[in-house]
């Protein structure tokens, strides 16, 4: 194919990406997410292609800076780095103007300014050192092994067997293990060698030649080939000013070293053969995915101690004393015995033979009086530390999204080397339990501070739904989360949240026995887009919930959600201690007679305190917003959007006519920072959370919601040490009111 033909080709598949992104179209349209799949598939078939897609791509953003087409920059801003990853061959002067589009960027508001200051601190050290980006990845994903670049990732799949068929769970679970048979350590290797030495000689470099000596190359020999790139690389990437120009001589010396100086020369100086005309591709392996069935409540906090200690290194227990932080824990011969003591503190109370006295004339003696004997110094850890979203500012009713990198020191000289990424399919339900395991662990973190100085946490979600009737429109209703996250993110909304019907086709396919040919995993592909592009959360507020019973012998429940509460009024009531006959002619119409005190949420943050008693047949707290009444605009974007509950309760109303009484029902609906709720006649409540019946309470009389604080029961125990009396007062005061905030991964979090 000629070179005008194949840039037109490239060019119809990214307008049609343009297209999707600027149509209004159904959420679970059949050709969402094909057309960007298509269109790196084209690249990875053909790496030639990849300097002219480089080329459309950067045409069109710098169309859309002019035009003022914000809501396509970071889709297409996101795709020209993921194909940058990939490419060899590409002209530093493209590498520069993308540099110098991001740093334009940079005068945009968030979410823009944040995504291209992450794409250009890498376009940096990419254009110096061609090849760090796709060697880091590898190294990453797969875990292979390298001192000068430590870090490892993983990605954990969860999937409830409860709310997610067998067959997808079969299905994916097949598609996963077929992908990951054919990316051995040695192939990863060989992968990285090979496009190291590609990037930084471009086409000086024979691809054919160099792709059979590494295939012939033992296991010793491609290691030590591996280790000689890995260290040119990153050793050069580390330099304050790295040059191009001795990156490239290092590799040309290894690059001589593999294939001799003879077919260097030849390579060098344009000795190809015909076949050298198309290099040959060099795939990204997909990352180290782990699939598992959600059974165990604690199963997420098991698998995160596991990634960052192997069982062959940890003995998992309840309490995890095994795993202590290196460095940061005193040597074990000098821990301190405890033991009991009877004495005072004071040296002065002391008897004489307990330690050496002073001289009576010295001036230790004068001050003994006011002076303590050494204690305990117990490490305190700061407050912002076990915090981890103490950096937000104080709270507020505007959603929060973007944060600063994951990586990095939350300690001094504890480097996070480890990224867990847990990627969980499902609907609202699945989210709900991923927000139990996610407060449990922040929870255990506060009383054993063991993941947070080490692991970089990373939560995605892809929606799954049971396959039932399809709706009035045709097309399955995707869950409150899903649809809320595909307005604040478009790119969401038009890569992720398209699997859904994707994966129910996969798992109704007959599964494929032959494991030898290759496939293009369409759902892995996008799954593995996802977990590597989608590095802007957007934070969702969980709330506690506090639930008394009807039986005064039952102790108060207390449980948290994250998008739902309904509460239904019972037909029993509660029983009452004596008989009082209702008067006839006293109609006592439907519903429950309850009592509603909320606070109303403010922008100004003033306290406001409503009360209220109606008779209502039923009401439904919800922490999203609704869609009709908070988006807008071609880009199905949300306008205004707060972190508090909608509260709807449904409201019996009492009319009288001639004909006698009647009831009708009204919709009323307020905004809420808390609730309290009190059946006033004897009335009980059934409460459900998260729209999953395994959560469902009854025989409830009362229940008050708050949003959930972080938890920091071993923070208020340490500072004491550390702080001042008035400035722990302060701090303990701020602490309290510090919400939990469970963050969800997109590619530009909350686009405004």
């Not at 037109?8 to 149509?23: G, I, K, P, Y």
């Amino acid at each position: 194919m000629e070179s005008s033909d194949v840039e037109l080709d490239l060019e119809r598949s990214v307008q049609a990406v343009l297209r999707e992104l600027s149509a209004q179209a159904p959420a679970l349209h059949s050709n969402q997410g094909m057309w960007r799949w298509s269109l790196h598939k084209k690249v990875e078939r053909d790496p030639s292609r990849s300097p002219a897609l480089v080329r459309i791509l950067l045409r069109e953003l710098e169309k859309a800076e002019s035009q003022e087409l914000r809501h396509v920059i970071i889709p297409l801003l996101h795709t020209l780095m993921y194909v940058l990853t990939k490419a060899t061959g590409v002209a530093e002067e493209l590498y520069r103007r993308t540099y110098a589009f991001c740093m334009r960027l940079l005068t945009l508001p968030a979410p823009y300014c944040t995504v291209a200051l992450d794409c250009a601190i890498r376009l940096k050290t990419e254009t110096a050192v061609p090849g760090t980006l796709y060697q880091r990845l590898v190294i990453a994903e797969q875990n292979l092994p390298s001192e000068l670049y430590p870090y490892q990732e993983r990605v954990f799949l969860f999937v409830d067997p409860e709310l997610v068929s067998p067959s997808v769970c079969s299905a994916l679970l097949l598609e996963i293990q077929a992908a990951q048979e054919q990316q051995t350590p040695e192939a990863c290797m060989r992968h990285v060698v090979s496009h190291a030495l590609q990037a930084a000689l471009g086409e000086a470099c024979h691809a054919g030649a160099l792709q059979r000596k590494l295939q012939a190359s033992p296991r010793r020999a491609l290691e030590r080939y591996f280790h000689a790139v890995v260290a040119a690389v990153e050793q050069m990437a580390s330099e304050p000013s790295p040059s191009r120009e001795g990156h490239l001589e290092r590799l040309e010396e290894i690059y001589c070293s593999l294939l001799g100086p003879a077919a260097a020369a030849r390579g060098r100086y344009g000795g190809h053969d015909a076949l050298q005309d198309r290099p040959p591709s060099i795939p990204l392996p997909s990352p180290y995915i782990t699939f598992h069935l959600w059974t165990d409540e604690e199963q997420l906090w098991k698998e995160l101690v596991l990634f960052l200690r192997p069982r062959s290194q940890l003995r998992l227990s309840a309490d995890l004393e095994a795993l202590d932080l290196q460095g940061l824990l005193p040597d074990r011969e000098s821990a301190r015995v405890s033991v009991l003591s009877t004495d005072s503190g004071i040296e002065r109370d002391l008897p004489w033979g307990a330690d050496e006295p002073p001289a009576p004339s010295s001036p230790e003696m004068e001050h003994a009086g006011l002076r303590r004997k050494g204690g305990i110094k117990k490490r305190a850890w700061p407050l912002d530390i076990l915090m981890l979203s103490s950096w937000d500012g104080p709270p507020g009713l505007h959603r929060r999204t973007g944060r600063p990198s994951g990586d990095g020191e939350l300690l001094p000289g504890v480097s996070r080397l480890h990224t867990a990424r847990v990627l969980v399919l499902g609907d609202d339900r699945m989210l709900g339990r991923l927000a139990q395991a996610y407060h449990s662990l922040r929870k255990r973190e506060t009383q054993k501070f063991c993941l947070t100085p080490r692991l970089s946490l990373q939560l995605y979600y892809i929606p799954v739904l049971a396959p039932e009737k399809p709706a009035a429109s045709g097309q399955p209703e995707l869950g409150e989360l899903a649809t809320f996250l595909g307005r604040a993110d478009p790119w969401y909304g038009s890569t992720v949240n398209t699997l859904c019907p994707a994966i129910h086709k996969l798992a109704a396919m007959p599964p494929s026995l032959d494991s030898s040919r290759t496939v293009d995993p369409f759902i892995l592909d996008v799954i593995t887009y996802y977990v590597r592009m989608g590095t802007q959360p957007v934070y969702f507020q969980i709330y506690t919930v506090k639930i008394f019973f009807s039986d005064l012998s039952q102790d108060p429940a207390e449980d948290i959600f994250l998008t739902e509460l309904k509460v239904k009024i019972q037909d029993s009531k509660l029983p009452k201690d004596g008989f009082s006959p209702r008067r006839r002619g006293v109609a006592e119409g439907p519903g429950a007679e309850l009592s509603i005190c909320y606070q109303k949420a403010l922008l100004s943050h003033r306290a406001q305190e409503v009360t209220v008693s109606l008779r209502a047949t039923g009401l439904v707290l919800k922490a999203l917003p609704a869609s009709d009444i908070e988006v807008s605009g071609p880009t199905h974007c949300p306008v205004t959007d707060y972190t508090c509950l909608n509260v709807s309760v449904t409201e019996v109303v009492k009319t009288s006519n001639l004909a006698g009484r009647s009831f009708s029902m009204v919709t009323n609906t307020f905004r809420t920072a808390d609730i309290r709720i009190q059946s006033q006649d004897q009335r009980l409540l059934t409460l459900l959370l998260d729209k999953d019946s395994r959560r469902t309470f009854r025989d409830v009389v009362r229940f008050e919601v708050a949003p959930c604080p972080e938890p920091c029961s071993g923070t208020q125990k340490s500072k004491a040490l550390w702080v001042s009396s008035h400035q722990q007062e302060m701090e303990r005061t701020t602490a309290k009111c510090k919400p939990l905030l469970m963050p969800i991964n997109t590619f530009s979090g909350i686009v405004q």
